[in-house]
């Protein structure tokens, strides 16, 4: 039987010639200290099971804390590796295009060594053939020039062959030599 604290307040005692019955007393008291260790018991139980609440509680917003602060971690971590791969891409893209400008600056400069290059083997080719040309024409005035002697020499040959106007006997002045004939 469950007791309120109503009853105990409005609990009427029977009485006796002497007072209150102490049985009737007696058994009320043991009900109210049976309901009264009861409620204790239980009061003690809720202290417990609110305490170790509590405590899961605590853990909990401890773990949360925890999970929060590792998001948070978390998240500027992931910011920094972001950070980090834009910075190093833009390092690599800066890297890549000083070695393209590189690239063409050396090409150009090649292009511009090999033209050169042209251009004295272009010099070199007229200078040879203005060389080879005047070579060429100075041999031919020296061939020329032979001609001209053996033409001479041919045309002397054949005055001494002819008889003088004054002499009458044709008689060459020259005398063929080994039996040849002029």
């Known amino acids: 039987m469950t007791i309120s604290p109503m009853d105990i307040q409005q609990h009427q005692f029977k009485t006796r010639l002497f007072g209150y019955d ?3 007393v007696d058994h009320f008291l043991e009900m109210v200290a049976d309901q009264l260790e009861r409620l ?3 009061h003690q139980e809720l202290k417990e099971e609110l305490a170790r609440t509590r ?6 917003q401890e773990r949360e804390s925890t999970l929060k602060e590792t ?8 910011d920094g590796i972001r950070e980090n791969a834009r910075n190093e891409a ?3 893209l800066t890297d890549a295009e000083l070695k393209a400008e590189r690239i063409v600056r050396d090409a150009e400069e090649r292009r511009v060594q090999l033209i050169n290059e042209i251009q004295e ?3 070199q080719k007229i200078s040879f053939e203005t060389s080879l040309r005047a070579l060429v ?3 031919m005035r020296l061939l020329d020039l032979e001609v001209v002697e053996v033409r001479r020499e041919r045309e002397e040959e054949n005055l001494l062959d002819e008889p003088l106007p004054f002499d009458d006997a044709a008689t060459p002045l ?3 030599v080994d039996g040849q004939e002029s």
């Open 90 to 92: 833009d390092i690599i």
């Open 121 to 123: 083997i272009k010099r």
């Open 40 to 42: 204790y018991r239980e």
């Open 71 to 78: 998001l948070v971690t978390t998240q500027k971590m992931v």
């Open 137 to 139: 024409e100075s041999h």
């Open 55 to 60: 405590t899961e509680l605590k853990r909990m």
């Open 22 to 24: 102490t049985a009737g």
């Open 174 to 176: 020259i005398e063929p």
